[in-house]
């Protein structure tokens, strides 16, 4: 779990159920990793998103053509935290 200086200050007056903390990581030039933890009870669920803007869609295509790479990174990120995929 994730915790910040604002979670500590809220957990003083109340029991803290839930919540998300977002980490967005350049993923080169063109793109964003966003990271996800989200926290619900006694289940922790991590996200990771691809992200990018653009207007013209053949950018955008290309772009998506790194699908390989991005999957290889995700599982690097994985890795690197610690964290082994369910099945």
Same mark, same amino acid.
């Given at each position: ?6 979670? !500590?200050?809220l957990?003083e &007056? +109340?029991?803290?159920l839930?919540?998300?903390?977002? +980490?967005?990581?350049? &993923? $080169?030039?063109?793109? /964003?990793? $966003?990271l996800? /933890?989200? &926290? ?8 990771? $998103?691809?992200h990018? $803007?653009?207007?013209?869609? +053949?950018?955008?295509a290309a772009?998506? +053509? &790194? ?5 290889t !990174?995700?599982? @690097?990120?994985? @890795?690197?935290? !610690?964290? !082994?995929? @369910?099945?």
């Amino acid at each position: 779990m994730v915790r910040t200086p604002l979670d !500590e200050k809220l957990t003083e &007056q +109340r029991t803290m159920l839930g919540g998300t903390v977002r +980490r967005s990581l350049q &993923q $080169n030039e063109d793109g /964003v990793l $966003n990271l996800d /933890v989200t &926290q619900e009870k006694d289940q922790v669920t991590l996200t990771l $998103n691809y992200h990018r $803007n653009s207007a013209d869609c +053949r950018d955008l295509a290309a772009w998506l +053509r &790194q699908v390989a790479e991005f999957h290889t !990174e995700a599982l @690097g990120l994985l @890795g690197f935290l !610690e964290i !082994e995929l @369910g099945v």
